[in-house]
C-alpha cells in the first residue's frame, strides 16, 4: 500500500506520494472568483446592486468617527 501525505497552503491541497512526487492537485476558489462567477447571473447582479445601498447605510451609521483612536495597552 501506497503511503500517502496532504499538503495544504492558500486554498489548494496537494496529495504526495510516500517519495514526494505529487499524485493530486485540488484548488478551491477564492470568494472573489465565486463573486465575479455568481455577478455574470442578471438575477444575482440585480440582488447584489439593490442590496448595496442598505450596506453603504450600515457603514455609515455604525462607523467610528473620525476622531476615534482605539486605546493601546
Known sequence: ????SIMRRHGSF???SGQGAI???M???T??????KALKNPKVRAEYEEL???Y???E???APPPSYKPISM
Open 31 to 36: 470568494f472573489s472568483d465565486f463573486k465575479k
Open 14 to 16: 496537494t496529495v504526495l
Open 23 to 25: 499524485v493530486q492537485k
Open 56 to 58: 453603504e447605510l450600515r
Open 27 to 29: 484548488t478551491r476558489p
Open 1 to 4: 500500500m501506497q503511503e500517502l
Open 60 to 62: 455609515q451609521l455604525f
Open 52 to 54: 448595496e445601498l442598505a
